[in-house]
């Protein structure tokens, strides 16, 4: 299973991004999806994920600003950012775990950089 991410890039602090993580493979089958980061000199962190059922979780950090997506016909997840912070500066991840595969499936990363 491949993920490409994209969408991330720089931008002025209040200012929008939105990501999108496209899978290889059919979401109908996904256990859960979402978005983690890591910024320069911290552990890679949870700021969303959607759950099979609908659950849906938040970093607190980002509640209220951050709204995840998907798209079953695209196979595609999507992380919506507004208000967007300095301190959201960071490398974006999608990840994705599948029903009776016991592998964690990652993206590549996408770069997140916002200026004050």
């Known amino acids: 299973v491949q993920l490409q991410a994209s969408g991330g890039g720089l931008v002025q602090a209040g200012g929008s991004l939105r990501l999108s993580c496209a899978a290889s493979?059919?979401?109908?089958?996904?256990?859960?999806m979402g978005w983690y980061r890591r910024a320069p000199g911290k552990q890679r962190d949870l700021v969303a994920a959607i759950v099979s059922g609908g659950t849906i979780n938040y970093a607190d950090s980002v509640k209220g600003r951050f709204t995840i997506s998907r798209d079953n016909a695209k196979n595609t997840c999507y992380l919506q950012m507004n208000s967007l912070k300095p301190e959201d500066t960071a490398v974006y991840y999608c990840?994705?775990?599948?029903?009776?595969?016991?592998?964690?499936?990652w993206g590549q990363g996408t770069q997140v950089t916002v200026s004050s």
């Open positions: 493979k059919s979401f109908g089958s996904a256990y859960t």
């Open positions: 990840v994705v775990v599948y029903y009776s595969d016991p592998k964690t499936y």
